[in-house]
């Protein structure tokens, strides 16, 4: 079959009186005589004439175009792209789950209401906090939902002098961002040769004026903070707030808990940690978790349990508490996505989740330290990076890697980022993939760079077989094609 046939436009299947459906003529066609004219088309809409098998064809192999977890392995690093179990999705789109209104009554939401208070409880248990809000929609939301506590918790103190926050260079982009959205000032703390926290230069930093120290644990390397005692012990002498970063809990689960580590707010990428949808902007979920005396400022509503065992909505909150951050309670259908797979596993079953994303990394990173440079050695936890091929006379690049990468079946991972190193390429394989699949792409990993020497040229035009090639990415910027009349200027030649 000719696969490009099927790759091209709909416009370019468009025939002239064809169509799938015939439509009845309007039963009122008076109707039409009351609308004003500035309302009515004076010529047809340029829609494409196609059959009901094309355009479901066309739509069906566009789908196959875009990569995803489904259908191939996907080692973003720093995000952790795990498999989404299909149980999880049937249980959130059950009609008695989906077809709930956001506005029923409490009574009559009983059973709704218990999975917001099993997932509050149960993300409290496992991030060892005193309470969580599920209200943030996403993990930057969350964020910003959790330094506003911080926020707020000072002002309850009358504490107004804390302008800023310490954000480690290692951080993700999000950390400063929602500082600065926040209103703090963001400052800079350095990384040691091993990737951690430099304690000493932190310290030198802290003072008065810092409301807050943001960081994860492991961090965006990879590294677990083996400091962090003496990091908690320092930010809660100078009166400030640790904050955890929730994005690298998933080595974490069932092993080690971030409110025993000292952290006092932290959020959880749902999408992330506990299976739920990744990407496109939604759906998603950022639940915020504060340790003990912290509760108050949380946002509301909340779920709540009474003494009777009834659940109800605490509409207001405490007296310090944020309000509403958001429209509702949260992506209801998100949390019925992390709770099925909480519960699915267990604790015996989230007990293993650290410790396999922890040897799966572990494994593809000594597998591959031979040919790809690793600037941090020694073990891993989820995530490691590589600078880069170790030899660089080839002028193959981590852009070059990573577009090849997509000629050999495999999502690129990370790339360029952090920016600790120069051609960063950040590798995540998380628990959910078989070995067979890690030694797939490490025999890919091997052969691309065996390419690079022999064959320079051919990785350095990649991709070859994709449905679309190399992309000029200054041009795409500077002259974006979004219109199909734009694609026939830019095609005119052809």
């Avoid at 690298?248 to 000292?262: E, I, S, T």
């Avoid at 991709?463 to 830019?490: K, N």
Wanted: net charge negative.
């Amino acid at each position: 079959m000719n696969r490009r046939l099927y790759d091209k436009l709909i416009f370019e299947h468009s025939h002239t009186g064809r169509h799938g459906c015939d439509l009845p003529r309007a039963i009122w066609p008076d109707a039409l005589a009351e609308l004003p004219g500035t309302l009515m088309r004076t010529e047809a809409p340029a829609l494409p004439e196609v059959d009901e098998p094309t355009v479901v064809r066309h739509y069906t192999n566009q789908s196959t175009n875009n990569f995803g977890v489904d259908t191939g392995f996907y080692p973003l690093g720093s995000c952790t792209m795990k498999y989404n179990p299909k149980l999880n999705d049937a249980l959130a789109s059950a009609p008695a789950i989906a077809g709930l209104h956001p506005h029923s009554p409490a009574c009559a939401a009983q059973g709704a209401l218990e999975i917001y208070w099993t997932l509050q409880r149960s993300l409290a248990e496992i991030g060892g906090m005193a309470e969580f809000t599920l209200n943030p929609f996403a993990g930057a939301h969350g964020e910003l939902t959790g330094l506003m506590v911080i926020h707020a918790w000072h002002d309850s103190r009358e504490d107004y002098g804390r302008t800023k926050v310490l954000v480690p260079d290692s951080a993700h982009g999000t950390n400063p961002a929602s500082a600065h959205i926040a209103g703090y000032e963001v400052v800079e703390v350095k990384s040691l040769a091993d990737g951690t926290i430099d304690v000493d230069d932190l310290r030198s930093k802290l003072g008065p004026d810092v409301a807050a120290v943001m960081m994860t644990n492991p961090n965006t390397v990879g590294m677990f903070e083996k400091n962090i005692p003496a990091i908690a012990e320092a930010v809660h002498a100078a009166g400030a707030l640790l904050y955890y970063d929730g994005a690298n809990l998933n080595p974490m689960v069932g092993m080690a808990r971030p409110g025993d580590m000292g952290f006092d707010v932290m959020h959880i990428n749902l999408h992330k940690t506990f299976s739920t949808p990744h990407g496109g902007g939604g759906p998603g979920a950022g639940p915020v978790g504060v340790r003990a005396g912290l509760e108050e400022f949380l946002p509301a509503p909340r779920v709540m349990k009474k003494a009777d065992g009834a659940f109800a909505i605490e509409e207001a909150g405490g007296s310090h508490s944020l309000g509403r951050i958001s429209s509702w309670l949260g992506n209801y259908t998100v949390f019925i996505r992390a709770l099925a797979y909480i519960l699915t596993l267990g604790a015996d079953g989230l007990a293993h989740v650290g410790p396999l994303a922890t040897l799966n990394a572990n494994y593809v990173m000594h597998s591959l330290d031979d040919l790809y440079l690793l600037p941090i050695p020694g073990p891993c936890k989820h995530e490691f990076v590589f600078d880069g091929l170790r030899d660089k006379s080839t002028g193959v690049t981590t852009l070059h890697i990573a577009k090849r990468l997509l000629d050999l079946g495999f999502h690129a991972p990370t790339i360029y980022f952090p920016l600790l190193f120069h051609e960063s390429l950040m590798i995540e394989p998380t628990e959910t993939e078989s070995i067979e699949t890690l030694d797939t792409f490490i025999e890919a990993m091997r052969r691309i760079a065996c390419e690079a020497v022999e064959n320079p040229e051919l990785v350095k035009s990649a991709p070859h077989d994709t449905p679309a090639g190399r992309a000029d990415d200054t041009e795409a910027a500077l002259h974006p094609v979004v219109t199909y009349a734009q694609y026939l200027a830019a095609n005119a030649h052809d």
